[in-house]
């Protein structure tokens, strides 16, 4: 949904004339497929992301199995 063309977010679901509405960002916002915001800024968040989530749902067991006081 970042990129000019968006995504067909209601695909399945008639909108209209057409059976999908195409939703995405205005194209002074929007990010170019296979730019370097895409590839590097947008690849790097979102590793930090998922790394800080897996981080997050593994920490608790973590802290149990070794018994440590937090």
């Known amino acids: 949904m970042l990129t ?3 995504c067909p977010i209601f695909w399945p ?3 209209g004339r ?3 509405r195409c939703v995405g960002l205005p194209d002074s916002f929007s ?3 296979g730019g370097k915001v895409e590839v590097y800024g947008l690849r ?3 590793w930090a992301v998922s790394l800080l989530a897996a981080a997050g749902l593994l920490a ?3 802290i149990d199995r070794f018994n440590i006081e937090v």
């Open 18 to 20: 057409r059976m999908w």
């Open 44 to 46: 790097t968040l979102f």
């Open 4 to 6: 000019a063309h968006g």
């Open 60 to 62: 608790p067991i973590v």
């Open 31 to 33: 990010v170019k497929v």
């Open 13 to 15: 679901i008639p909108t």
